[in-house]
């Protein structure tokens, strides 16, 4: 089973952002800071070069579309990072997609969605995600990337 | 009549499929079996053609682009049989768009959404359907274009 | 197994009915059409018969003539196809009769439960059936039998 | 239009009594009274006699049989007072066999549900009746005799 | 106790009705009719005499006039029926006034509130009534101050 | 028709309004500004003019009062905007009074209730009303006159 | 009263089943075991025996035969044991028939309802029995037989 | 500020009194006492004057008239003590009035609302109330006086 | 300040329309009446042109295209008009990219949706909408240019 | 009885209080004010004294040892006073141990939890509380004392 | 496997005893009778005596302690007999405690909770226990330690 | 501030584990896994060593234990991390505890409680905390750690 593994290895994280996170940094900056998405994806590729993994980093406001990638992730990627931002509440499309996928998920919210409206309490993605990461900010990517190095490298 | 009658029936039926459905045979096949998407048409065009009927194949991750099929199937389609897939339990624009169709409308699906989760056991597409066929796999659609035939045939 | 197989082929499918159902093409037309329940039993007697395949054909008002029947079945049949009527919403009986009966199970409504009363959405048949088709009106028994035979080819 | 008048003026009331009103005067006689299901009998009887009106007087602990009794009054009887006891709040195998009377339909009860235990509240029968009578104990039987001799003669 | 009978036998029956049944026989015909309230008033004082009663029969819009009307009859009535119409509906003021009152109450509703929306089903009233008569029209004032004759000889 | 509609755009618009919308411009001014009730009065009484149409405008604390109100627009108006203010989440009498108007209803709110507390998410007038419109202070008001005008037109 | 008691003690405990318990040792056997009904009615008998107690030992499918039964056990019977499987969640019909019985009533499952699905946590029998056990299979009975026992006694 | 306190302290206290309230001491003296409500304000102007307040002491069975006397209160009293009976539970509009009211509320209730049934257990005026004191019988306005003395002096 | 304000009135309003508007005039006509969108498009157009305004005006069935027309008026328009059709009731996606506007926001529906399905009385637009105008048809769309116009006038 | 009430006299009252008032004075000051429990206590204490009684006051974060101080005050206390504060609205055992305690209980807290969140409006406490002061802060104690002296003298 | 089951019978069946259950005999008698848990201790020592197996018997008010003597009777007992009173309804952690028991576990209750509050009617125990028995006081511990014997020796 | 920031770093993180996590490695190891509590304990101390934070790890099946030292870390901790266990869905006690803490807060659960029992969905702890991480195993408290100390310099 080396060889799967080392293949699996190879392959990279894939890191999703959801709607309107490519406005981080300017919108409700007293919720989400100052720190852009660009300036996440950095720290994320960093922090996976550290433990010797790739990243593919996206954002998209179309739910078919993080529906599309987390699909092409199936054979492209070694694990879904997952901000579902608002689609994390609404979408069983990808509550289906990300059963399907077969490798790890880590779901990551900046802020705690259970300290906020009631119907940002309820996530179709927590249902069937590895591990769930809120709260930390920015911080909350890296603490993802840690825990997927280390659970791919559990699955090897 | 029987002039509008006959232009109906020599509009195809538009057969759509929701959101993760193109992975089918490779996703859950404890749930879904090892059919694929492509083995289901082929299956369907050709029960289709032994009632002299074409059909108009999809498949979409894109809730929007699945309200886009359902408009154009107004004037192109003499009907609609749908497996909306996750968008059957949370797509209002669905609904609204087949409520505007004015032509047969066959939901189906491959499983038993009621022997699932809870979420699965509202249909936003069932509100409106002419008729729904589950649980039947990949056989739920040819009985859905038989079905369909005759609600052409009884329109004529 | 091929000659278990061929016991079961030979026994008959179970097509039962529930209350009211005798009523047929008197009681509200408007929502169930003018085919009779005698109508839809020859229809169905007959569609069997093209696919070498017997039928037992009931209905009663009572719900523990419908669980003694199914019960019956357990034995005596090849499969039920059931329009447990109003039961459909309320009867556990008939739900853990289904649940021990061990064959295919297709439920079938006439019209679609989905588009009328809030308490017609509540299925206890759903919950273990097979295969469920709704809203074919009398043509949804022949899909039905189409569906059995499928699986009882299955089976064998 | 008078014939039929004529006609339905001269078939009976059905006035038909759920589970457990045969103990009626035993059973719980601090909220039914001591009066017999035989005492109610005579006077309803009596007083359909002063208005020209015959009855058909029934109790049954069986659903199934209520619901046959029902479906009989649509030929034989020209309206139906039902006193469903427990069946009221959970068949709506009667409320189906009720919708299907297409005859006027007294609902009785001798208590106040509303009253009572809270699964007490919900009545399938009262969503379809004509008119709803409770509380008033036998006496309650009386003015429905005299509601329905008035509906009677309103269909002439 | 011969005597306190005579004095209640000597007080009236209150009839009170709530909002918009002023309106009675112009508002929504085709749910009330064509009866207006002064029609009603005529028939119900015409039946309390036959059986040797006499009736004060009021209207208001005002929850608050309904209230102090019912707390009048504790000591000027001998019973109450009442209309509450939308009150019915929202108003514990009411139910407590009927709760203090000591004396028969029949609710009456000239429509059945349980075939109509929602809202209507729960009766602050029904929960304190001696007994309830909905669906009869106008005939159900008369049903009921029938029955409100009986229960006032039934005190003596 | 043509007479009835003269006659109709003679009539005054009904501006009723609400419980503690007297104390408009004192109370509470950050969520309601602090134009007053007269202020709004005038504005609303220009706007009118400006179209030709004349207005009656009126607040009160009691339930009664504006269900006696709706009910005199019945005859004396041409329509009714209603700021109900309280009585909105809770009123089914003012629910059935405006059901029983028979002319155009525009519900008004100075704040926008859905972004408050919960109770205010529900509008027995939203049920009944032609048009809503809220969250436009002292604005809305003559967007509703702008609207009654253009709809008592649409009458004649 | 000893005399009383002494009829009393010479009755037999009605032990009644319900709906599919016929089946008892086919059925689901992961979850009933595969004791049959007539090897728990051997059990139950000779276990009453030792207590000085005889049995009536019936089993059906209707609803109404168990009502009838429960009612035949007031005059009949010294309490009820009572199984009432699929009916123990819908039927106020055997609630009402229980109350209305006077004598100990203990109710049994074979497994534990608490821990299936969520419409098996409802119990119409709970709210009126003596004694609930459940979850202890065919010991269930023995135990609910000397629970019996020791009630009866209890009355003398 | 000391004058506007000073201005403050003169004001007297209204103490404001819901529906059927008047009947105090006569309706379910189980539950209320015998007590009067006159008896209580004698109780209650005592109390104010030892602590050097005078009182403004009502009852009515109109919410609008509560209404209006809170809003009096607004510029005539120092505070409100509120013992809204049946409109505790269903009053958005008291509840707005005493929002804006800008003085000390406190709630009082003789009995405990929380033992009794569930329609009692939700207040709108516990809502805006600064205090809350139920179930202490008329030693309760004692302590609403008290309380309210103490909150007076800590605006001064 | 008045810069920014001279900046924001050169910007257009975005007038945003949601899934099968598009159809308008001919999906169901007798909900939504006859004009089509482009109708309403020259309307808007016009009235704004009155009042100095610009308009960019869109239609889309992909949620995903509306919440990037929203960003897009963050820094190119300045405000946005929003029938959002079905999505209003489901999409928190577009309730978060409005949240991040920073403009005016009226939502706009051509029907009253709280007078149709209780799935359509949920909005999340409502939610952070300005102002909320429905009920009115095509209307609607003017009164909500004039009342951003104002709006906008009210930022300078 | 005389003698029962005098020893009832001599019996300290329970002043209760649970998890987190240790922190009083330093914890959400803008909540809970500066006061501290130890304040709280000097305060009781020197009231109770003037009113002839003596106190045992005590505080702890652990549910089963204030179910012990109920316990002991069945024997040893004259009445509870409890602020049972996050215990309010989860224990069942504490309300099962105030049942039990056959003397008064006056249930405190020193902000209003109807104000607060929603899991904080239930309370197991007041189910089963004499009486419940609320918002009053420190002063509630008081008002508490004063109401469980009056309690104490009924008694006797 | 002989010897690990000789290791099981030796050792003995913890019975565990929740809140407030340590003044069984003097709390509310008419429900739980005048029995004491001393008395009960007693009853069940003897009986499983009988059946050659010890007793552990202990009580607490604290659910700490009560999930810690769960703890212990994974090494040192056979089975867990358990009466968690009012912990039973609220307690997850004694839920998880039984869960990690690996061991029979069999609830008990003096009364039947179904017949008492809603808030009683959830058991966290009835997740978790193999069999639960209810409602027949005393009597049901030494029931249950019958059953306990009857599943220690399945065991062996 | 640079004073308390270096009193705060010199201060340990209180890694607090409430009920059943000492059973850690021996419980249900297919959701758990095998690791022990010490070995976590040992994980985290080394972690937290490179980092230069010193660590505080506890555990206890007591609530009231576990709100004692939240309080205490309140003066002793620097923050705290805390896996509430079966407590975090039903403890109001802890929530108000961490509430006070005015410190860091990370909660974590070694599996996914979104993924589990319906009642695990809900916490009391997520409302509060800073962060949350769930399903990520012993690694969760590593992760914990890393983000404790992050939140810990962003203090000074």
Same mark, same amino acid.
């Given at each position: 089973?080396?060889? $799967?593994?080392?293949?699996?290895k190879?392959?990279?994280?894939?890191?999703?952002?959801?709607?309107?996170?490519n406005?981080l940094g300017t919108?409700?900056?007293?919720?989400?800071g100052?720190?852009?998405?660009?300036d996440?994806?950095?720290?994320?590729?960093?922090?996976a070069?550290?433990l010797?993994? $790739?990243?593919? !980093?996206?954002?998209s406001?179309?739910e078919?579309?993080?529906?599309?990638w987390?699909?092409?992730?199936r054979?492209?990627?070694?694990?879904?990072i997952?901000?579902?931002?608002?689609?994390?509440?609404?979408?069983?499309?990808?509550?289906?997609?990300l059963?399907?996928?077969?490798?790890?998920i880590?779901?990551?919210h900046?802020s705690?969605p259970?300290?906020?409206?009631? !119907?940002r309490?309820? $996530?179709?993605v927590s249902?069937v995600?590895?591990g769930?990461?809120?709260?930390?900010?920015?911080?909350?990517?890296?603490?993802a990337?840690d825990?997927?190095a280390?659970?791919?490298?559990?699955? $090897?």
């Open positions: 089973m080396a060889k $799967s593994a080392n293949k699996n190879a392959l990279p994280i894939y890191v999703l952002n959801g709607p309107t996170l406005l919108r409700e900056p007293e919720i989400y100052t720190t852009t998405l660009a996440i994806e950095k720290m994320v590729v960093a922090r070069k550290t010797g993994l $790739s990243v593919v !980093f996206r954002q406001n179309h078919g579309e993080l529906v599309d987390i699909q092409e992730a054979t492209k990627g070694c694990g879904v997952l901000n579902g931002a608002a689609y994390t509440h609404t979408s069983v499309a990808i509550h289906d997609a059963k399907a996928l077969g490798k790890p880590i779901e990551v900046l705690n259970h300290a906020r409206e009631r !119907f309490h309820r $996530s179709y249902l995600a590895t769930v990461i809120v709260g930390l900010k920015a911080q909350g990517y890296l603490a990337v825990a997927m280390d659970l791919v490298k559990g699955q $090897s």
